[in-house]
């Protein structure tokens, strides 16, 4: 016996980023119809019990907390009484308005065409002063959005990568789409040719390092002979200073989602899946009850809560449909 936790991260109106409307419609229905759904709190009592529901469960989530799952996946989720978990980074949310809905759109108030066209590079911004902070929901939506059926949880504050360590230079940076390579923007304040680009991972995991002098690592050497000078020309964080970085990321993305929502906030998603033990360690400092991933597999009841993986759905009708028959049913066979 085990339970199913779907993630999406966007749903747009022709598919354009993320999950086509319609298709996301035909999968809700389709859910409704052949399946129990539960929440995240039923998620952990399941497994605190070890009592994994008989029938096919599933639960539905979402990463990252773009304007569209406020405009177009929660009014589909309440058409069909699915509860589901948002997992906002708290960054990206801006002051503005409560905009349409896809309740204005049935009441005949507009029209879909007057909704925002999502572009996928617009997510690529992590400024909430420009104009690309419209992809993601402001803190008026975020209030109506949460409530007994849809919860707001965390999927960390900053939602950033850095530098890696050990070095590992993975190509040069040559000045071109430099409008889409945004989480460059994190690790150098001016970005100029030549400058390696090392490996990254997550805020919330990174073994941290910077560059002080990226110049002397410019274009001119082999990647073999960079690696030669780049431990001596780095500035590596201390592991008493990267425990206490993720802690306070963790801690402020909690606190501004409990000052704004009035309430607790147990449940934490990790942005790209990108964790490790003091990462869990430091969530659970803070106070978070529960952790997910993005590592696919199904909640039995020997999973951990602070290790609960999930399913990345697909954007295809068919495929799902397929999956439904062909990998989940089959989890639900006692």
């Known amino acids: ?24 419609e035909k999968q809700m229905k389709f859910i409704s119809e052949n399946a129990n759904v539960c929440s995240l709190d039923d998620v952990c009592e399941y497994i605190d019990s070890k009592k994994i529901p008989r029938k096919p469960t599933f639960t539905i989530t979402f ?29 990206r949310v801006w002051e503005g308005p409560i905009r349409k809905t896809l309740y ?5 108030v507009c029209s879909l065409d007057d909704f925002p066209k999502p ?28 409530s007994d059926l849809i919860k707001v949880e965390s999927h960390g504050h900053l939602h950033k990568k850095l530098f890696h360590y050990p070095p590992e230079i993975v190509e040069k940076y040559v000045n071109q ?30 073994h941290a390092f910077r560059v002080p002098l990226p110049s002397t690592l410019v274009i001119g050497r082999t990647k ?17 200073e990267r425990k206490s970085r993720i802690k306070e990321e963790l801690a402020t993305s909690r606190r501004l989602l ?3 929502l009035g309430r607790k906030v147990y449940h934490i998603a990790w942005p790209w899946g990108e964790y490790d033990e003091i990462s869990v360690a430091m969530a659970k400092e803070v106070g978070f009850a529960a952790c997910y991933t993005t590592q696919k597999g199904l ?3 020997d999973v951990d809560r602070y290790h609960i993986p999930r399913h990345g759905a697909t954007k295809r009708w068919f495929k799902f449909i397929k999956k439904f028959y062909t990998h989940y049913l089959k989890s639900f066979v006692p």
């Open 258 to 260: 409990e000052d704004a």
């Open 177 to 206: 789409f430099a409008e889409r390579m945004w989480y460059l923007r994190h690790v150098y304040p001016r970005l100029k040719k030549g400058m390696p680009i090392f490996r990254m991972k997550s805020s919330l995991c990174a």
């Open 224 to 240: 073999n002979q960079d690696d030669l000078f780049v431990d001596k020309l780095i500035l590596k964080e201390g592991e008493k």
């Open 63 to 91: 990463d990252d907390g773009c304007y569209d799952i406020f405009a177009f996946a929660a009014p589909i989720l309440q058409k069909y009484n699915i509860p589901a978990t948002v997992f906002v980074s708290t960054s």
């Open 104 to 108: 204005d759109y049935w009441n005949g």
């Open 119 to 146: 572009s996928p590079w617009s997510l690529r911004y992590r400024d909430t002063s420009s104009p690309y902070r419209e992809s993601y929901m402001t803190w008026a939506e975020v209030k109506a959005l949460d």
């Open 1 to 24: 016996m085990s339970l199913v936790i779907l993630y999406y991260h966007r749903v747009s109106i022709e598919g354009e980023v993320g999950v086509a409307l319609s298709v996301f």
């Open 299 to 301: 909640v039995t009841k």
